[in-house]
């Protein structure tokens, strides 16, 4: 029996929590493995910067400044990549709310659907997800707390828990 093929993973970093945090990375990986990662220049009215968060993942409010793109070439790069595809993501909460706040700065609507990991695993296996993402850090040798990195081993933590399901 083949594989099951692997789910399209997308994770978002912001800058920081709450109403007016923003989404500063978006990292996805498509089912055949072909990952995307791009820096989100922040718009006009995106101020809030938590230091905390930036410690988290590293990148500063210059950085995204210097080197991010615009929402809106952001925003259309997600739909060209993810047009029509089911995206799954463990922040659900989080990620929804600033993948809105890019769409909605970019002035486009998502092509794709973003839904919660939980919607591909029972309870018991949605609590193996921890420890197969730590084992997948392990394994890919992931050093930076990026986004593209964490879809990688979200991705890779979903097949090996998906693996398990289809066996048992």
Known sequence: MPAPALPCVLDIEASGFGRASYPIEVGYVLPDGRAACMLVRPAEGWTHWDASAEQVHGITRSTLCAHGRSARD???????????????????????????????????????????????????????????????????????????????????????????????
């Open 74 to 168: 952001v925003a259309e790069a997600l739909n060209r990549d993810l047009a029509g595809l089911t995206v799954y993501c463990d922040g659900w909460a989080h990620d929804y709310t600033w993948l809105a706040a890019l769409f909605e700065e970019a002035g486009l609507r998502a092509q794709f659907k973003l839904e919660s990991v939980g919607a591909l695993l029972d309870e018991a296996h949605l609590n193996l997800l921890d420890a197969a993402r730590r084992q997948a850090v392990a394994e890919l040798g992931l050093q930076r707390h990026r986004a593209s990195n964490d879809a990688r081993a979200l991705q890779r933590a979903l097949g090996a828990v998906i693996g398990r399901t289809l066996a048992h």
